[in-house]
């Protein structure tokens, strides 16, 4: 079973920047996609970015491209979520969650495992 934990949500001001990390654990993670989603208040929870295990290859949503990257360590099976250029808008939830297989997909209902998510405010 996959357990994700995430961390490093917290408050900033606009135009600032923040590291998640999610902490991955119960699993193999060669064969794994991890992804990034967030969820805003009264709003469905979205793709913002994913990463494949084997290879790092990355695919970011349109809102957030250019502004973070998304980054794994194997050694530490951790993934990470570098946020810079932060933007009121991007005040959300952030969850780490993972799927088997090699593409990234962006909806929700691919991803079997989640983590708890952290809070990310940005402030203008």
């Known amino acids: 079973q996959v357990q994700l934990v995430e961390s490093g949500g917290g408050l900033v001001q606009a135009g600032g920047s923040l590291r998640l990390s999610c902490a991955a654990s119960?699993?193999?993670?060669?064969?794994?996609?991890m992804g990034w989603f967030r969820q805003a208040p009264g709003k469905e929870r979205e793709f913002a970015a994913g990463i494949k295990w084997n290879d790092g290859t990355t695919r970011y949503a349109t809102s957030v491209k250019g502004r973070f990257t998304i980054s794994r360590d194997g050694a530490k099976n951790t993934v990470y979520l570098q946020m810079n250029s932060l933007k009121p808008e991007d005040t959300a939830v952030y969850y780490c969650?993972?799927?088997?297989?090699?593409?990234?997909?962006?909806?929700?209902?691919?991803?079997?495992?989640w983590g708890q998510g952290t809070q990310v405010t940005v402030s203008s």
């Open positions: 969650a993972a799927r088997q297989g090699s593409i990234i997909r962006t909806p929700v209902e691919e991803y079997a495992s």
């Open positions: 119960g699993r193999t993670f060669g064969t794994y996609v």
